[in-house]
């Protein structure tokens, strides 16, 4: 006897797994006192719009030293579109201090499909869904050589997943 699983994720499920993420950078903004709700809002907002039309590989949420420019502290958000999970884990673990001459950033890394498109296309598509805020290419080493890695919470739904590790 053979039984089949099918896993069928709708953008419902995409924003079910995101509001995880939502909830998390709400947290650490709060914590570190670096950015408002109303600006948590807003790039959760454009990182949600990027994820439903499956232009996002990966989100990091960093705090930089702005002295040295290398992140202190940074989660790293990864989208799997094929994965195995039905639901995931809660959001949570977030305990970022405040620390004075820091600022918080985000950087979001694209699929293929994001880049293969031309400034025109991807400036029409940020006008076409309200975009919130105004995103930059940056030169920040999202892999984080100076810093050690820990996996963490699995936030899912019907196979759409993030991946969450944590850099300290």
Request: hydrophobic residues 30%.
């Amino acid at each position: 006897m053979y039984n089949t699983i099918t896993k069928t994720y709708t953008v419902t499920d995409i924003r079910k797994t995101f509001e995880n993420f939502q909830a998390e950078l709400g947290m650490i903004a709060r914590r570190t006192g670096k950015w408002e709700h109303n600006y948590v809002e807003k790039v959760s907002y454009d990182v949600l719009k990027f994820a439903e039309n499956k232009y996002l590989k990966s989100v990091d949420i960093i705090l930089m030293d702005p002295q040295k420019q290398k992140p202190i502290l940074a989660t790293k958000y990864t989208v799997s579109l094929d994965g195995r999970s039905m639901n995931g884990d809660r959001a949570g673990g977030v305990n970022w201090p405040k620390i004075e001459n820091t600022y918080l950033t985000i950087v979001l890394s694209f699929t293929t499909d994001w880049l293969s498109k031309s400034q025109e296309e991807r400036r029409r598509f940020q006008e076409d869904n309200s975009f919130k805020v105004g995103w930059e290419s940056c030169s920040i080493d999202i892999n984080y050589p100076h810093l050690s890695k820990k996996k963490a919470q699995l936030f899912g739904s019907k196979g759409y997943e993030l991946q969450k590790e944590n850099f300290s």
